[in-house]
């Protein structure tokens, strides 16, 4: 089965300091058994493609319902290195 990099950002952004609205939205996909690549401006993690719609919707909802102002979400065919 194909699988995709998700790569996302939640703002507000504050250097060094996550507030919830991150480490909540990070939550929600671990909660999916998936690990997330944590980085200072993005974040990624690697998932099914049939996963990916129910796993994005998680982390999107934890981020708004925990004050995020701002989502973005790209994703792009995963492939070995």
Same mark, same amino acid.
């Given at each position: 089965?194909?699988?995709?990099?998700?790569?996302?950002?939640?703002?507000p952004f504050v250097e060094g300091q996550p507030g919830p609205h991150v480490k909540e939205a990070v939550a929600a996909v671990e909660r999916h /058994?998936?690990?997330?690549?944590?980085?200072?401006?993005?974040?990624?993690f690697v998932v @099914?493609?049939?996963?990916?719609?129910?796993?994005?919707a998680?982390?999107?909802?934890a981020a708004? @319902?925990? /004050?995020?102002t701002?989502?973005?979400v790209t994703a792009a065919r995963h492939t070995s290195s």
């Open positions: 089965m194909a699988s995709l990099v998700v790569e996302f950002t939640v703002e /058994g998936l690990t997330v690549d944590f980085g200072p401006f993005g974040s990624t @099914d493609v049939q996963q990916m719609p129910i796993v994005v998680d982390m999107m909802r708004y @319902d925990n /004050g995020a701002f989502v973005s």
